[in-house]
């Protein structure tokens, strides 16, 4: 299910509301999963990996860094490089704009 698009998209504005709450962040055994099942290069990881810039403690960065993908670290790593010096509270997922993790095949079939 989730190599179609459509599905992603509507997953993808529900981690978007559940970005909103700030409470958490995906857990490692989530992100190892995704890591696995989505492609690397999709939207969805994109969110999850800015969401994890955003909200995730260095302690909690510590305790997971060793267990999460290769992949996905470096991805931080990029994110906390081209974002530095911007406000935390811009970088969170949920201040982005609806449409910058979503998939759509044309500017004319972005959400309105
Ligand atoms: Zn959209």
Redesign the pocket.
């Known amino acids: 299910m989730l190599q179609d698009v459509n599905f992603r998209?509507a997953v993808i504005?529900e981690l978007m509301c559940i970005c909103k709450t700030g409470n958490t962040i995906p857990s490692l055994r989530s992100i190892t999963y995704m890591w696995e099942v989505i492609p690397q290069n999709s939207k969805m990881v994109e969110l999850i990996a800015e969401y994890w810039a955003a909200e995730c403690s260095t302690e909690e960065f510590d305790n997971s860094v060793e267990m999460l993908p290769g992949g996905f670290v470096k991805m931080l790593a990029r994110i906390g490089i081209r974002d530095k010096g911007m406000s935390s509270d811009i970088r969170k997922p949920s201040k982005r704009e609806?449409?910058r993790?979503?998939e759509?095949a044309s500017e004319s079939?972005?959400?309105k």
């Open positions: 998209n504005t609806k449409c993790y979503h759509h079939e972005k959400c």
